[in-house]
């Protein structure tokens, strides 16, 4: 019985932290060098309800080189495009950075 109050509120816990947002659409572009892929997430309210509020993050292609030389390897980091100049390691922290700034979740 111990065993189970300390899981559920382990869970509790675990999903009181957790950020919040719904995953609008994704989608992947181009090839190459032009590759680039586009996540478009919507925030949620502290209680808990969708907000019409969205964030729309995007990563490039990794490119080195120009012309016949250009080696295309990985991805760059995740941008917010509201702020370009700060960079994410994945699209949910990119996500939770831009909806924490909207005053949302």
Do not use: H
């Amino acid at each position: 019985m111990r065993r189970m109050i300390i899981s559920v509120f382990a869970t509790f816990v675990m999903i009181s932290a957790a950020s919040a947002y719904q995953l609008v659409s994704s989608k992947e572009l181009g090839r190459g060098e032009s590759k680039n892929q586009n996540v478009v997430v919507r925030c949620t309210t502290d209680t808990g309800k969708v907000s019409t509020a969205t964030c729309s993050l995007r990563r490039y292609a990794k490119c080195t080189g120009t012309g016949t030389n250009q080696k295309c390897a990985g991805w760059a980091a995740w941008t917010d495009l509201r702020t370009p100049g700060t960079q994410y390691s994945d699209w949910r922290s990119a996500a939770s950075a831009c909806c924490r700034a909207k005053g949302l979740r």
